[in-house]
């Protein structure tokens, strides 16, 4: 094979030379400088080889290039400096095929611009076929009759006329020769003229050209035939509509060919076409469009096969096809489509992606992850934490389970056997025939094997405000490694905000619920439903409460409708998770399906862990601060949650902590002014504070006397109980969730009529209990050495009085039937004068035959009997398991309990045992109708 030492011109992408064809490119300067002397010192014309570089960011030359004449240099002109980088042109002309033996060994000379290489002129030894050159031929024909009818330029025409006269004259052995020429002179693409350079044998060179005249010819007359569909049935708004697909498309490539340019860095910034310009993601709706039709497209085809979601999804993009883009209907269709398409559908949901939902849940160690986090958020709440324990075994044992049953139908699927090879019964040990299974009964692809539901219960945390019941829900959604959504029900009253409006109105869109799955983008998300007792029931938009049945029912939840994507939506891998402060307004059925789960607040010690832990890094980092500028007593802090702060939860001690940071911030930072300091550096040395310069003094602890200059006056002072008659203390539970001692007093009137009078604003169910109680007084008056017989009234005898019984703080309403006990020991204490300790504080419900029944609160009241130092306290024998299982137990140490069944117990352990006489002559008979 004949070799030759030339110089080697880089062609970079997409520039190619062929033979017969001519090229013109830029040079730099030094390669022009090497080039024009080599032309000064050859007679002839000198003869270089121009060799493609295959791909932009490749630093290797192809093997194959192409031997070329140089016909002409161009220098740049004389008022032009020459130092650019690009002054010269040079023109190349196309002689024959080489090729380069060591062509991965040039790219080290690359910055040279030009080197010197040994390259080979293969030489054909086979003549062309004559049927490879009459396809040849006849294919060449035809592209360029198409050129032809096709060209509007005259200039055009008349030189692919010549080109069919000449490919109508050529003969047998000059067919290859013409196929260069053929393939220089059209517009092919990059890549198919590179694999057309490299075809060495002259019939491969004439079956490659071939190929792509037939490719070009079929590309010609699809654009012909699409031209002439347009151009006769499509309006003027659909061409408008055709046009700028077309400029969007051509503007996407345009871009996507600059950003793989290299030398796009150095285009001009003036240039606006060019990436470093100034661009927005505003710009260019078009191609946003386009780009969102085919992610719309994408979706719907990611969807499974065969499912509702896919079937609707399709319908509706078949009728966004036909409909103008200017339409409103066109709109609305799309809408809808984002949002379908949007969904996280469980049926869609891959093998890859499921095996990521449940990466969490296969960890050994996931429990205690799960309690180390529960920990981590929430201090106290043992109660809380073993029963959300129990909640995610429960959940991560049907999910692995679910999984494990899904594997197993997946298996089934591929167990079916199409041959007749003997197979192994498991129980006889005999060899069997498997039946043949005829393959076309047979899927070409296994159906998704869709994974049974996890079908768990709905907890429903029940609480006073700021007791953690929504940081709960973020950790087991943290504990699951799932998407947490938060869902606001508080003044809720239209039914569409659950279900969804339907299509046909303006402006609809999907429900809370539609939407929290698409924010999510799993189908396994935790919604957390928050403030569901606040939700409003039945009127003229419907009922929210009752929409709410569906989503929370495991039997129903699988194929929730909303009107809007008109599609069954599958929520049974959901977490649902409520919140509420009360049970009151929750309507039954939607209680029916939740677990109830109390939170019944704090203590004081729990509360000041809680602000070490949490409220105190939070409020100094929200206000510029370390722990080294400022520390407060645990002292001080026991003092703002006993005097101003009561509540079951930490908001309010929260926002007091950050008054006192705020405080102490602004002396900071006057201090540091004062003695021209950073306040960002930590507090100076003693020495410091005792220059002369400084105007203040700062001192970084909070003391318990320094609470009233920061906060100001505490809202809650310490009572002084006493001991006097018609007086006893009450267990209540306040407003705000907290437990509380209330005096119950009572007073006679003189001059009275037996009756009693009631004040305190109190409701209904208390003033019940206040009747209930003088009449069990009055009816055992004589029993109690009251009155002298039993036909005495005790209001009446030996004066006629009437009884006052006042509950204090008369602002303030009152209702329930946990302060019979109390009233009864009042109204016994006012008419014997017998007096109740006032270290002893007391609660139940009372009935008409001297009965005490439980009540609740108990945990917030004896927390509340606690801080007020009561010693003793009586409560119904129905609690008992309330008080070991919910009072802690250095406060159940440092108080007495007393647990009675009825009011004669409840007497003796007020009073203390024979101050009360009790005749035990009568037998009390019950009564069983």
């Known amino acids: ?217 079929s590309i010609s007359e699809v654009s012909k035939k699409i031209a002439q569909s347009i151009d006769e049935s499509l309006s003027r708004q ?45 710009d260019d709706d078009e191609q946003a469009d386009a780009a969102d039709m085919a992610d719309i497209r994408a979706k719907i085809e990611a969807m499974a096969q065969d499912s509702e979601e896919r079937k609707t999804a399709v319908r509706e993009w078949r009728r966004l096809r036909r409909i103008p883009a200017g339409s409103v209907e066109h709109g609305v269709i799309r809408n809808y489509l984002e949002w379908l398409a949007a969904m996280p559908w469980p049926a869609s949901v891959g093998t890859v992606e499921a095996d990521r939902l449940l990466r969490a849940l296969r960890d050994r160690e996931f429990l205690l992850k799960a309690r180390k986090q529960l920990d981590i958020d929430h201090y106290g709440l043992e109660k809380i934490k073993k029963r959300l324990i129990e909640y995610l075994a429960v959940v991560r044992l049907k999910e692995l389970q679910a999984e494990k049953g899904a594997r197993i139908a997946q298996e089934g699927h591929e167990l079916h056997k199409t041959d007749d090879t003997p197979q192994l019964d498991a129980n006889s040990g005999a060899l069997v025939k498997l039946e043949k299974i005829d393959p076309t009964s047979i899927h070409p692809t296994p159906p998704r094997i869709r994974r049974k539901s996890t079908k768990g219960p709905i907890l429903l945390f029940v609480g006073p405000p700021g007791t953690g019941k929504t940081s709960l829900g973020q950790s087991i959604a943290r504990a699951l490694d799932r998407p947490f959504q938060r869902i606001s029900l508080g003044g809720v009253r239209d039914e569409a905000e659950i279900r969804g409006h339907r299509r046909t109105y303006v402006a609809s869109s999907p429900g809370n619920i539609v939407q929290a799955l698409r924010k ?114 645990d002292t001080a802090l026991l003092h703002v949650a006993t005097h101003y702060t009561r509540e079951a939860g930490v908001r309010s001690l929260e926002r007091a902590v950050g008054a006192i940071i705020r405080h102490k911030a602004v002396e900071w930072a006057e201090y540091c002014d004062s003695i021209n300091a950073d306040p960002d550096a930590s ?68 001059e009275g009529s037996g009756k009693l009078k009631l004040t305190g604003s109190l409701g209904d169910v208390i003033k019940e209990s206040a009747d209930l109680a003088l009449d069990w007084v009055k009816a055992r008056a004589y029993d109690l050495y009251i009155t002298k017989s039993r036909s005495q009234d005790p209001l009446k005898n030996p004066d006629s009085i009437d009884v006052h019984l006042h509950l204090p703080s008369g602002a303030v309403k009152k209702d329930g039937p946990s302060a019979g006990i109390a009233m009864v020991c009042a109204f016994v204490s006012l008419l014997t004068g017998a007096c109740v300790s006032s270290d002893i504080a007391m609660t139940g419900e009372i009935t008409l035959r001297g009965r005490v029944g439980p009540v609740g609160g108990i945990k917030e009241k004896v927390l509340g009997a606690h801080r007020a130092r009561i010693t003793k306290v009586i409560m119904p024998w129905g609690n008992r398991q309330d008080v070991e299982h919910d009072v802690p137990l250095e406060i159940r140490q440092q108080m007495k309990f007393v647990f009675v069944r009825t009011l004669e117990e409840v007497l003796e352990a007020a009073f203390g045992k024979r101050v009360i006489g009790q005749r035990r002559s009568d037998v009390l008979l019950e009564s069983r109708l």
């Open 238 to 282: 659909q061409k408008e509509f055709f046009l700028r697909q077309q400029r969007a498309a051509i503007d996407r490539e345009l871009r996507s060919i600059q950003r793989s340019s290299p030398s796009q860095s150095r285009s001009s910034p003036s240039d606006p076409t060019s990436s470093t310009g100034s661009t927005s993601e505003l």
């Open 683 to 750: 507090i100076p040395a003693t020495t410091a504070l005792g220059k002369e310069t400084a105007t203040k003094i700062y001192n970084k602890s909070v003391e318990k006397h320094d609470l009233e200059r920061i906060l100001g006056i505490a809202r809650w002072e310490e009572e002084e109980r006493e001991e006097r008659r018609g007086l006893v203390y009450g267990l209540v539970v306040t407003g705000m969730g907290e437990g509380d001692v209330m005096p119950v007093e009572t007073s006679p009137v003189p």
């Open 520 to 633: 999510a983008g799993r189908p396994d998300p935790v919604i957390l439903l928050d403030e569901i007792d606040k939700i409003a029931h039945n009127n003229f938009h419907g009922d929210p409460a009752a929409a709410l049945l569906e989503v929370l029912d495991p039997e129903q939840n699988h194929s929730f409708h909303d009107h809007y994507i008109n599609v069954p939506v599958d929520l049974s891998q959901v977490l649902f998770i409520c919140t509420s402060n009360t049970l009151e307004t929750i309507a039954a059925p939607l209680l029916d399906r939740c677990e109830i789960v109390h939170l019944s607040g704090y203590t004081y010690n729990e509360k000041i862990h809680i602000a070490r832990r949490f409220l105190i890094p939070k409020q100094l980092q929200a206000n510029a601060l370390t722990s080294d500028h400022l520390i407060i007593q």
């Open 1 to 217: 094979m004949p070799t030759s030492t030339l110089f080697i011109v880089p062609l970079s992408f997409p520039l190619i030379l062929l033979p017969t064809g001519r090229i013109t490119i830029p040079i730099r300067a030094t390669v022009g400088e090497v080039l024009l002397q080599l032309i000064q010192e050859s007679e002839a014309q000198p003869i270089v080889a121009a060799v493609p570089i295959p791909a932009v960011d490749s630093a290797s030359l192809h093997e194959w290039g192409c031997a070329a004449r140089v016909v002409r240099i161009v220098r740049p002109p004389k008022g032009v400096a020459r130092d650019g980088q690009q002054p010269y042109l040079l023109t190349l002309h196309g002689l024959s095929r080489i090729h380069l033996p060591d062509a991965e060994g040039a790219q080290d000379h690359f910055e040279d611009g030009i080197f010197e290489r040994i390259v080979e002129y293969p030489q054909a030894t086979i003549p062309p076929t004559p049927e490879a050159a009459s396809t040849f031929k006849a294919t060449a024909a035809r592209l360029l009759d198409r050129l032809i009818q096709d060209s509007a330029s005259d200039t055009k025409k008349e030189f692919y006329t010549k080109l069919a006269g000449m490919v109508d004259d050529v003969q047998i052995q000059r067919a290859p020769w013409l196929a260069d020429l053929l393939i220089s002179s059209l517009n092919a693409e990059y890549t198919d003229k590179l694999d057309f350079l490299s075809a060495f044998d002259v019939n491969d060179r004439l079956k490659r050209a071939t190929e792509m005249f037939i490719k070009q010819t």
